[in-house]
């Protein structure tokens, strides 16, 4: 019953040099001996035996034509009813092998996911070199050793119906499919299926906390606030086929995928070198690692800190008064806190004249020229140079001085042209005034002379 059991497994379909090529062309899909016996519920009474066609509805093999014998093989072809049914459609000489064993299941997928040839009549772009990346990363080489707990290829791409790390092979999707476990907004949950459970991972001695903490991190809310599926998750700085904490010397480099201006600056600084003398992992010192938080002014700002307030990153290491660190400390936030306030000030004016009505285009482009300026200064602090950094405010703080000097020059035209409106309506009212009050003195007289009266 347990080979019955998982006769339909499907996963990954196989090479062409695989036994399973001698059998017989496969039929039309559910009309197999594999999936007639697996979905029919007096031939095969025990549910689990059955999830695998129900599941295979949703699966991405399934989609693309195969079926249970491209990865099980055997003969599907057979008559259910036959006496020899079950022996014939797990017939060893057609080529005919259960659910692999744990340690089995990276070789299993990669019969046909390492074929280049294989692949590229279902994907051309798929890549071939998992399992060979799989056998260097920390999952890889744990199941070498014989560890079978540790993830392999179902682990992450199949289904978890129960959340825990059992994983089940049926009803695996596409990674561009929302719906697949390792899209990037499902990535980490999957990782953490492992990795955020405590007894599960009690014999490793890691920590469990990486999930809580990179769920309340700045990338986290990038990724399901903004939508951003680019913002980075497990995968993006631990790798996937190939998994593996980046080591003390990696840091900046991981990283740096994405920041590469901020680590092209801090590999130019003097920190750099007191960082690789000490050991110190670069990045990951004033950022931290999964519970990365938006990066601040303030982080530079050493002064005594109010009650309950964690020191700011500088203040961290140089907490010596006399150090000069936190002078050049100082300095660079005193620069970018009021460069960032000639920015706000800047812009309110502008924002006044716009709504005002009148023509602000010019001002808002030179004050994106400011803001421009702020990113290139915070930017230098990485290098941790006190002089780059006030040099670039400076230029900042000119361009944003010119962006609120036109600012105000719209509102002082717009004043100007309604004080002379008023000056010109007002005359204009004295006119018609004088208009009405000489057309009645007209009209008395006339009304005087047709009277005979005397005229006024």
Same mark, same amino acid.
């Given at each position: ?18 036994p399973?090529?001698?059998?017989a062309?496969?039929p039309a ?16 009474p025990?549910p ?10 949703d699966?991405?093999h399934?989609?693309r ?18 006496p020899d ?5 797990h ?5 005919w ?16 996911h390492?074929?280049?040839s294989?692949m590229?009549?279902?994907?051309p772009?798929?890549?071939?070199d ?6 260097t990363?920390v999952?890889?080489?744990k199941l ?6 540790v993830?392999?290829?179902?682990s ?17 999707r ?5 719906? +697949? ?6 990535v980490?949950?999957?990782? %953490? @299926?492992?990795? /955020?459970?405590? !007894?599960?991972? &009690? *014999? ?5 906390d990486?999930?809580a903490d990179?769920s ?5 809310a990038?990724l399901f606030?903004?939508d ?14 190939g998994?593996?904490?980046p080591?003390?010397?990696d ?11 901020q680590?092209d600056?801090?590999?130019?600084s ?5 960082f ?10 004033c ?5 990365i938080g ?11 800190l ?8 500088c ?13 050049? +400390? ?10 960032? %306030? @000639?920015i706000? /000030?800047?812009? !309110?004016?502008? &924002? *006044? ?6 023509p602000v285009?010019d ?5 994106s ?9 915070r ?15 400076a ?10 000097a036109l600012?105000?020059s ?7 042209r ?14 018609i005034?004088?208009l009405v ?8 007289r ?11």
């Amino acid at each position: 019953m347990k080979r019955l059991a998982i006769a339909a497994l499907l996963f990954f379909a196989p090479a062409t040099s695989t036994p399973a090529q001698d059998a017989a062309p496969a039929p039309a899909a559910g009309a197999s001996t594999c999936t007639t016996c697996h979905a029919d519920a007096a031939r095969v009474p025990d549910p689990a035996q059955r999830e695998p066609v129900a599941a295979f509805a949703d699966d991405i093999h399934g989609a693309r034509g195969l079926g249970c014998h491209d990865c099980h093989g055997g003969r599907p072809d057979g008559d259910p009813s036959a006496p020899d049914a079950v022996a014939r459609a797990h017939d060893p000489a057609a080529g005919w092998h259960g659910a692999p064993a744990p340690a089995d299941v990276p070789e299993f997928c990669g019969r046909c996911h390492s074929d280049a040839s294989m692949m590229g009549r279902y994907n051309p772009d798929a890549r071939i070199d998992q399992v060979a990346k799989y056998r260097t990363s920390v999952h890889g080489q744990k199941l070498a050793e014989g560890d079978t707990r540790v993830a392999q290829c179902l682990s992450c791409h199949g289904r978890h119906p129960d959340g825990t790390p059992r994983a089940l092979a049926h009803g695996m999707r596409a990674v561009s499919d929302p719906l +697949s476990p390792v899209h990037p907004p499902n990535v980490a949950t999957t990782c %953490a @299926r492992c990795h /955020a459970h405590a !007894a599960y991972m &009690h *014999e490793y001695g890691i920590p469990t906390d990486q999930f809580a903490d990179w769920s309340q991190s700045v990338h986290a809310a990038q990724l399901f606030e903004q939508d951003d599926l680019s913002a980075p998750t497990c995968n993006d700085c631990h790798g996937n086929h190939g998994a593996h904490p980046p080591g003390v010397e990696d840091l900046s480099f991981v990283c740096g995928t994405c920041h590469l201006r901020q680590a092209d600056l801090f590999r130019q600084s003097t920190m750099k070198v007191a960082f690789d003398e000490m050991g110190l992992g670069e990045c990951i010192v004033c950022h931290g690692n999964h519970r990365i938080g938006t990066p601040g002014d303030d982080m530079l700002f050493h002064e005594p800190l109010p009650a309950g307030r964690a020191p700011t990153a500088c203040w961290t290491c140089h907490a010596r008064a006399e150090d000069p660190a936190l002078a050049a +400390s100082t300095r660079m936030w005193a620069g970018l806190t009021g460069l960032d %306030a @000639r920015i706000v /000030a800047a812009k !309110a004016v502008i &924002h *006044e004249a716009g709504a005002k009505g009148m023509p602000v285009g010019d001002a808002e482009y030179r004050l994106s020229g400011a803001n421009d300026a702020l990113i290139e200064a915070r930017a230098l602090v990485h290098r941790f140079v006190a002089d780059d950094v006030t040099g670039a405010v400076a230029k900042g703080t000119a361009v944003a001085d010119d962006a609120e000097a036109l600012g105000k020059s719209a509102l002082d035209d717009f004043f100007f042209r309604h004080r002379w409106l008023a000056v010109s309506l007002l005359g204009i009212a004295f006119v018609i005034l004088a208009l009405v009050l000489k057309v009645r003195q007209v009209d008395r007289r006339w009304r005087a002379s047709l009277a005979g009266g005397p005229r006024r």
